[in-house]
């Protein structure tokens, strides 16, 4: 009797911001090709107009170079450096192991995974919209592969829910994470909402960890006004090249 070969599926987290990484690549592509073409092209113009081009394809060659490292910083970030940050902002909540857990906009479970590999008998909960646009491939059957093949599917559970009408009751929550997402939300409104929902469904004495770009401070602007105390923002990573941030809180026991 042949003994089954170990299965080689690994978790896939998917590329953050596919369609800007894809377009950084294609411009670049296009402007090296371009700038190594020119000698020859060079060649069958006048001279004065040689001269302009020959001046244009060094600065497409420059701006072709900028492109595709941006686009390979991406896609390092997608791939290594927010597994790293992830697992620092974890690290830094008191975790008992029976927490329940809401993840905001888990796309395809990066925090979700993270946050099931630190509890025992507690819970994890994510919920997202599945936008493609957010994450190649987003979708609650992708997130569902990675927890079975990370083992923590027993534990963790998946919904479709917008981070701005969270459909869970008030003070339910232990911990609230959020990764890389409320900055999706179109308007300034719309991630105050959303972190009133975050506030709402957290229990007194729970922890909120958020990373996101641009908006870190109002976050933690805001959390402060529901009365959140420590709340500390993380200097600034530059894993997506937009500098990330992480904000970390703890709700007041009253």
Request: aromatic fraction near 8%; charged fraction near 20%.
């Amino acid at each position: 009797m042949s003994t089954p070969k170990p299965s080689r599926e690994t978790p896939d987290y998917g590329i953050d911001a596919p369609d800007v990484v894809r377009r950084f690549l294609m411009i670049g592509s296009v402007a090296l090709v371009v700038n190594f073409a020119a000698p020859s092209l060079v060649a069958l113009l006048p001279p004065g107009a040689a001269l302009s081009f020959a001046g244009i394809a060094r600065s497409l060659g420059w701006m072709g170079w900028s492109f595709v490292a941006t686009a390979c910083v991406m896609l390092w970030g997608s791939r290594v450096g927010k597994f790293r940050l992830r697992d620092k902002v974890l690290n830094a909540l008191p975790w008992r192991g029976d927490e329940r857990v809401l993840d905001v906009g888990c796309g395809h479970g990066l925090m979700l995974a993270g946050v099931a590999r630190r509890l025992t008998t507690g819970r994890a909960i994510g919920i997202d919209i599945w936008r493609n646009e957010d994450q190649a491939r987003n979708s609650p059957e992708a997130t569902l592969r990675n927890l079975r093949l990370e083992g923590v599917d027993a534990c963790a559970e998946v919904r479709t829910a917008d981070a701005r009408a969270l459909p869970f009751d008030a003070a339910s929550f232990d911990v609230v994470v959020s990764s890389w997402a409320l900055h999706n939300l179109a308007s300034d409104e719309d991630r105050r909402v959303a972190i009133d929902e975050i506030v709402r469904v957290l229990k007194p004495g729970g922890h909120v960890a958020l990373i996101d770009i641009r908006h870190a401070r109002a976050y933690a602007s805001l959390l402060r006004a529901h009365g959140f105390m420590p709340v500390t923002v993380g200097t600034p990573n530059f894993l997506f090249v937009v500098p990330s941030r992480s904000v970390i809180a703890r709700k007041p026991d009253i």
